[in-house]
């Protein structure tokens, strides 16, 4: 199974090219049983270093959420 995770404003743009992709390597490596799940995260859903991405507030660089 593969699992996407993304930021909708960031992950729409691509999405089609990205299921062309995977859907492709899909097809060459091992066609039977696959399931492909894209799923959009709100900032308050993904984090890094112990807090979530709306909470991140101390970095050097920006982060839109």
Same mark, same amino acid.
């Given at each position: 199974?593969?699992?996407? *995770?993304?930021? %909708?404003?960031?992950? &729409?743009?691509?999405?089609? %090219?990205? !299921?062309?992709?995977?859907?492709?390597?899909?097809? !060459?490596? !091992?066609?039977?049983?696959?399931?492909?799940?894209? %799923?959009?995260?709100?900032?308050?859903?993904?984090?890094?270093?112990?807090?979530?991405?709306?909470?991140? &507030?101390?970095?050097? *660089?920006?982060? !839109?959420?």
């Amino acid at each position: 199974m593969i699992v996407v *995770y993304g930021i %909708k404003e960031k992950l &729409n743009p691509i999405k089609a %090219k990205l !299921s062309d992709v995977i859907h492709g390597c899909m097809q !060459s490596a !091992s066609p039977i049983d696959i399931e492909i799940t894209i %799923k959009e995260q709100a900032p308050h859903c993904w984090g890094f270093r112990g807090i979530t991405g709306d909470e991140a &507030n101390d970095l050097k *660089y920006k982060v !839109s959420v």
